[in-house]
């Protein structure tokens, strides 16, 4: 009886049961759906003899040496990835679809999850089955699809066999990431599609795994042994992915997801290259939180950074484009900034009003104290392109200016550059009076002497005295360039 009852305390414990209940749901429904698809495979085909046990045998041993000899570097990726991990097993999963019947080509993809996570195991249980059991409905249904196409028997001298084995892939590389993505967006709330699917990189990554199965199942016909052939090609595969997966990890600020300051302008850059190529508008978007250092003081960094993370989230999904992740950045310290493109004015000053009533409107509970809930409010600078700013640098230096025109006049609300007319839509820097008040009101720290090419337009041909360029204006071009902000020794806001 106590063993009963302390089973039931480790089941009742399980994290599983922490889900959202559509996640919870879902991820019951596709566990049940997998292994009724396993039992309708084997009860349709049963094994035919030894031939398919030892093609799966090899298949199997070799996806578990392909593991072994890339263990540490596989551990390493699974580490620094911010999309759902994804191994190379695809390599003998889709072999087996194409060699093997459905219920054996299912027990190929158990073996070698089960041989994954036991090597590995850095996630829940739970997760593994949702994982193992969208893989094996991908599978059998890219083994239905070669046998209704191609009969199943593996050869390449007709069309209609190449034909098959095409449409086999696809529901592999369609399929299971679906279902893998939609039980991600579900256990975790704001997750967009393309976060939960993964990059480019990863369908490429796929892509390629399925066309390397194809050689390891066409040599498998001849003498199975030859599929060994295909581990030092995945050993190279998984370095070049992690070579990939630090860059990316170099350019992303660990707190938030976001890009860091120097990944963000190198994108930006292209962005806004983009942009003049195609003569459309652009706006940029820097945002400060109200008095962030308090909250930091009072209820702790833990606490600060549950905020940050908040409102990073909300930024993701409030600005929606087609690279949300790419064009926002943590710009330092309690600094983020987002870069709009193919937005003008009018639409820019739109969303940073959405953002702002956005941010005002989180509570964000405490990490250690979960009945205490965080509050902040935001500032929010904003400059279009090409009017007024004309490069980067000046989309940064106006956006800043008015950020410190938000600030100044009571915080939490939109403050934009104003246009070459030097009338803003919102509450902004409007004159050369203002220039020279903005100039003079910002700590010595943010100033800088500059060539009149890298100052705004608006704040050309003024200086205190009247005459001449303006000498000093928050920040130039090359304060705020790749230093990082605040965060590289500027200023601090409240």
């Not at 084997?42 to 072994?68: D, F, K, R």
Request: with cysteine; hydrophobic share 45%; net charge positive.
């Amino acid at each position: 009886m106590t063993s009963l009852r302390a089973a039931v305390r480790r089941v009742a414990g399980w994290s599983l049961w922490g889900l959202p209940p559509a996640a919870l749901a879902y991820a019951l429904a596709v566990e049940v759906g997998a292994a009724a698809t396993v039992v309708t495979a084997w009860l349709i085909q049963a094994p035919t003899g030894g031939h398919e046990l030892s093609v799966a045998v090899v298949l199997l041993g070799s996806g578990m040496l392909s593991l072994e000899g890339s263990l540490r570097v596989e551990r390493r990726r699974e580490r620094y990835t911010d999309a759902p991990y994804r191994d190379l097993s695809n390599t003998w999963t889709f072999a087996a679809a194409l060699l093997l019947p459905a219920g054996w080509a299912a027990l190929v993809v158990i073996g070698n999850y089960a041989w994954v996570w036991a090597r590995l195991r850095r996630y829940q249980p739970y997760r593994w089955f949702v994982s193992v059991s969208c893989m094996t409905v991908g599978v059998v249904a890219a083994d239905v699809a070669y046998q209704a196409l191609a009969g199943g028997v593996l050869t390449t001298d007709r069309p209609l066999q190449l034909a098959g084995l095409a449409a086999a892939a696809v529901p592999l590389l369609t399929v299971s990431p679906l279902l893998l993505a939609a039980a991600i967006r579900l256990a975790v709330p704001g997750t967009s599609w393309r976060q939960a699917i993964g990059s480019g990189q990863d369908a490429v990554m796929e892509v390629a795994t399925c066309c390397l199965a194809v050689f390891v199942a066409v040599a498998s016909t001849r003498q199975p042994l030859l599929a060994l052939l295909a581990v030092p090609v995945l050993f190279l595969l998984s370095h070049t992915l992690l070579v990939s997966q630090l860059q990316k990890a170099a350019t992303t600020d660990a707190k938030t997801g976001l890009s860091n300051a120097g990944g963000w302008h190198e994108l930006a850059e292209r962005e806004l290259e983009r942009a003049g190529r195609r003569a459309e508008p652009l706006a940029l978007l820097l945002l400060d939180l109200d008095r962030f250092k308090r909250v930091n003081d009072t209820h702790g960094h833990l606490a600060g950074d549950a905020v940050l993370q908040a409102v990073a989230r909300a930024l993701r999904e409030e600005i929606r484009s087609r690279d949300t992740v790419e064009i926002l950045g943590r710009w330092g310290g309690e600094e983020f900034v987002a870069l709009l493109p193919n937005t003008g004015r009018s639409d820019a000053i739109h969303v940073a009003e959405r953002l702002r009533a956005r941010i005002a409107a989180l509570h964000t509970a405490h990490p250690d104290r979960p009945k205490t809930t965080l509050t902040i409010t935001a500032s929010i600078g904003v400059a279009t392109y090409p009017d007024p700013a004309d490069d980067l640098g000046a989309l940064l230096t106006l956006a800043d200016a008015a950020l410190y025109q938000a600030k100044n006049t009571g915080r939490d609300r939109v403050a934009t550059a104003p246009t070459r007319t030097g009338i803003p839509d919102r509450v902004g820097l409007t004159s050369a009076a203002s220039c020279r008040q903005t100039c003079s009101r910002a700590p010595a720290a943010a100033l800088s002497s500059s060539p009149a090419a890298a100052q705004p337009a608006w704040c050309r041909g003024v200086s205190s005295n009247g005459a001449g360029s303006c000498a000093k204006h928050p920040r130039s071009a090359s304060a705020v360039g790749h230093a990082g902000g605040r965060a590289a020794g500027g200023t601090v806001r409240q």
